[in-house]
């Protein structure tokens, strides 16, 4: 990016930041299109002269007006990080006129529609384009500094003072995060059919989405939000599951969100599960998709569904743990040839080991896996006579089918961040660690390798066969094509677009990767090709990820956001660890 | 009896295709150590491009003289397929060159994908499973009680002739040189005056061109042609170079011929039938990773990280 900040002078950097703000205070009010496109206006006030109805801005021409003000508010207060901040802001109406300028010019059919046509003229776009420019522009001038660090203890409190203040603010700001991913949801229609216009809107929401959080992080927010969870680690655990449990009761408790919400829980839950093996040991696992089948198939056949052929009825507790072990153990055995193969080979074991499975299922192999007909009709998971898939009346609210498996599946996320992050901090992740980062030191440092790596495989295969029991009976059916090999890249794939090593980082990348689609039903027949182009292009840009692992992102930036050399850290993270370890117990 | 010599006759068919894209995986792992997930695409692209040499550049009259059509619809095969396959080694694998080793390998997944959507996307009628003609003489060649189709047997010459010419392109010609050169110690070679970059592309050229005329002449043989082709095949081709001892040319075409009569005759034989035949490749694949992981032909193993 320094490239960028050479273009302009730095004495330009806030005058051009000022006109970046006002051109998109100003796209905010021009019209964007020159006619209603075909399914009505896009979104409701596309078309909106703002003198007209100067306070009925909606949707992303509110963002942007609230990115204007923003960023002329940022200009000229004195704040650290305000370069960052600004070229963020940027970026994010950049984003949002880039977005919405493309789908009116497609869906109006030319440069006419966001220009000028039939004596109506819409400049709204390209101000609002122009105006994101500048303002990245002035921001990268106005300089691309360290990102701010906060004090600990604002405003020197102490004691108590201190500790209210630090879980008011993570109250809010989780609070906030809920209403985000509500938002998030929701925008562009709660189904994804009913609004022509769902595709653009969304992804002009998470233009906005990701430019306020990018700004948040540039001013230092994040960051300094981050230490104060991890100080008040059982409060902001407590917090989360609350606003994860609340969401239904937002607009996105909609029986179609809480369907889409499991399922991306179980994802996220198997994505943090393969975080152990990729992220942690540094074992590149091609089939790691067919744990989770094998979990969901052992589930099926102990569910006592007609169409399975051991005619089992087990509860659902004791075969989700029948298939957690089972699926142990077959994951130890693959994980076995580790002892032997590194690298890109043991990458290939596993990649063999999907595909047989893949393929065994699809034959019906000891007519257990039902073949082309999968096993169908798994009874839902209950309790007493209540089924999992029923609505549910609570706290005077009723709730829509589907969300007592979102809060099982809540509480299969939370039960794995634990097992994750405990391990990390253990004395077997941080040997998976070391081996990551060198097999051969490790061995030299007396880690046994080979048991490491081989649990690994295990505590991986376990948490995918865990998620893979709950799958099974929230779908109601195993079918042998929900485990394929592109299940395992899109896996791996949201593994390393969050950022490997990192919860939230497999959590965000799990969402991204299976709302996307939900989201982007029109774009479905590129949907793959733009995958494969974003594979491509995040391991270009930004291999470390969305969210690194700090260890991780000093290894790949060779030196930290902050631009300190990777040296200096090396033996910051050394002194950390060892005030870590007699804090964390036994450890 | 009848059957087993058809079955291996069949295998070595597949073996022949199997190989011409094992070699082309081989070297490309032998110089830069990326496992190029992609190339199986590059054969698929390639068959995609004599395809539409066929359909669209070929006049009527010419498109049953097979002196004419052939020779075209090759070259349009081998120049579609190198063109992806230096642009993907500029634009995904050459920037990602230093980067950590998980890296270009998941870039490669990703031009994987991206390929066979684009061909899926924008060639006409790619959603659905191509009939590709069979310009080649048309006739069944009887040798004792087998039958093998005239373009099967074209497979295998071409197979092994190309793979005897690369063969002797790298051990006596300059560049070859340049080649194992770099092969062994990147740098020592730039100190020696050889240009890596260059070699690396040239790599991927040698590889991409034999990987197009085996696409091309396979769907000649097999007068079909699916987007998703080029993955399984692929997947063969690269067990096949393991098999073969990575690195090693012959050992690749070889362990081709290995692959395509295991799964001919795994199909044929083993329990579970040709529904399975792709089961036992994989394990033959597994085995020979756990217990010969130098492969049949490699050298004995260095540090593998």
């Given amino acids: ?587 | 009896m009848t059957t087993l010599l058809q079955q291996i006759a069949n295998g070595l068919v597949l073996g022949a295709t199997i190989g011409l894209i094992a070699v082309g995986y081989t070297m490309v792992y032998g110089i830069i150590q990326l496992i190029n997930f992609a190339h199986g695409e590059v054969f698929m692209v390639g068959a995609f491009g004599g395809l539409a040499v066929w359909r669209f550049v070929l006049p009527e009259g010419m498109k049953e003289d097979w002196y004419v059509a052939l020779p075209l619809m090759l070259v349009g095969g081998v120049v579609v397929s190198v063109t992806i396959a230096m642009l993907m080694e500029r634009f995904a694998y050459r920037p990602l060159r230093n980067a950590p080793r998980l890296a270009p390998l998941i870039t490669a997944l990703g031009v994987s994908i991206a390929l066979q959507e684009a061909v899926r996307i924008w060639f006409p009628d790619a959603d659905r499973s191509q009939s590709f003609p069979r310009v080649f003489i048309n006739t069944q060649v009887k040798i004792g009680p087998v039958e093998i189709p005239a373009t099967g047997l074209l497979l295998i010459a071409t197979a092994i002739l190309l793979g005897l010419l690369v063969q002797l392109y790298v051990n006596k010609t300059r560049m070859g040189r340049a080649m194992r050169a770099t092969s062994q110690d990147r740098d020592t070679a730039r100190l020696m005056g050889v240009n890596p970059d260059r070699v690396i592309v040239l790599t991927f050229v040698i590889g991409a061109a034999l990987a197009g005329i085996a696409g091309v002449m396979y769907g000649m043989h097999v007068q079909t042609l699916g987007v998703r082709a080029g993955f399984q095949t692929g997947i063969f081709a690269f067990t096949a170079a393991v098999l073969g001892g990575i690195g090693s040319l012959p050992g690749a075409v070889i362990g081709a011929f290995i692959i395509g009569l295991v799964e001919r005759l795994g199909g044929q034989y083993l329990p579970g039938g040709t529904a399975y035949a792709y089961v036992w490749v994989f394990v033959v694949l597994i085995l020979v990773l756990v217990f010969r992981p130098q492969g049949l032909f490699g050298e004995s193993e260095k540090v593998r990280a």
Avoid at chain 1, 2 to 16: C, F, H, K, T
Avoid at chain 1, 26 to 49: E, I, R, S
Wanted: glycine share 12%; charged share 10%.
């Fill in chain 1, 1 to 587: 990016m320094s490239r960028l900040s050479s273009l302009v002078p730095a004495a330009l950097g806030r005058p051009l930041s000022a006109v970046g703000s006002v051109l998109l205070l100003v796209a905010a009010m021009l019209p964007w299109a020159t006619f209603l496109l075909n399914d009505g206006a896009y979104p409701d006030k596309a078309t909106l002269q703002f003198f007209d109805a100067p306070f009925a801005l909606t949707g992303y021409r509110w963002h942007v007006l609230l990115f204007g003000v923003a960023a002329l508010v940022i200009t000229f207060v004195p704040l650290p990080g305000k370069g960052r901040a600004l070229r963020a802001l940027g970026f994010g109406g950049l984003a949002i006129s880039v977005i919405s300028a493309g789908f009116i010019l497609s869906e109006g059919g030319g440069l006419g529609a966001i220009t000028a046509a039939d004596g109506a003229t819409a400049f709204g776009s390209i101000v609002g384009i122009l105006g994101g420019v500048a303002l990245v522009l002035g921001g990268s001038a106005i300089g691309i500094g360290d990102i701010p660090h906060w004090p600990d203890s604002p405003f020197g409190l102490t004691g108590w003072a201190q500790r209210l203040l630090a879980w008011a603010v993570l109250i809010v700001s989780f609070v906030a995060l809920l209403w985000l991913v509500s938002e998030t949801l929701t925008a562009g229609g709660t189904s994804g059919v009913s609004n022509p216009y769902a595709g653009p809107i969304f992804l002009a929401f998470l233009g906005m989405a990701v430019g306020v959080l990018a700004a948040l992080h540039g001013i230092g927010f994040t960051r300094w939000l981050t230490s104060l969870s991890e100080r008040h680690r059982a409060f902001s655990i407590i917090v989360l599951v609350l606003c994860a449990a609340a969401l239904p009761f937002t607009d996105a408790g909609t029986q179609y969100w809480m369907t889409v919400a499991g399922t991306i829980g179980i994802y996220a839950a198997t994505a943090i599960g393969l975080n152990v093996v990729v992220g942690l040991a540094g074992l590149l696992d091609l089939g790691y998709v067919a744990f989770m089948g094998i979990g969901a198939f052992v589930a099926a056949n102990l569910s006592g569904s007609a169409a399975s052929k051991l005619g089992i009825t087990l509860p659902f507790p004791i075969a989700a743990v029948i298939a957690a072990v089972i699926v142990g153990i077959i994951g130890a055995i693959v994980g076995s040839p580790t002892l032997r193969v590194r690298g890109d080979y043991l990458a290939i074991v596993t990649l063999a080991f999907g595909e047989i499975f893949s393929k065994s299922a699809q034959n019906n192999i000891g007519d257990l896996t039902g073949g082309a007909n999968a096993i169908s009709n798994i009874p839902p998971i209950a309790v007493g006579d209540l089924g999992f898939n029923e609505p549910i009346t609570l706290l005077g609210t009723k709730l829509p089918p589907g969300v007592l498996y979102y809060f099982l599946i809540t509480l299969l996320v939370g039960l794995v961040m634990a097992v994750f992050a405990n391990l990390k901090n253990s004395r077997m992740g941080r040997a998976w660690i070391a081996i990551r980062e060198d097999e051969d030191v490790a061995r030299a440092m007396g880690i046994k390798t080979g048991q490491a790596k081989i649990l690994a495989f295990l505590v991986g295969a376990t948490l995918a066969g865990l998620a893979g029991a709950v799958f099974a009976h929230k779908l109601g059916t195993a079918s042998y094509d929900a485990y394929s090999f592109l299940q395992s890249v899109t896996l791996l794939a949201a593994v390393i677009l969050g950022g490997m090593g990192s919860i939230p980082g497999a959590v965000l990348g799990a969402s991204l990767l299976f709302v996307l689609p939900e989201k982007l039903r029109e774009f479905d027949n590129y949907r793959l090709l733009f995958f494969g182009l974003a594979l491509i292009l995040i391991m270009r840009f930004r291999p470390q990820g969305m969210v690194p692992d700090r260890i991780r992102r000093a290894e790949f930036a060779g030196e930290t956001a902050e631009g300190k050399p990777i040296e200096e850290v090396q033996e910051q993270l050394v002194v950390e660890h060892e005030l870590d370890v007699p804090k964390g117990g036994k450890a």
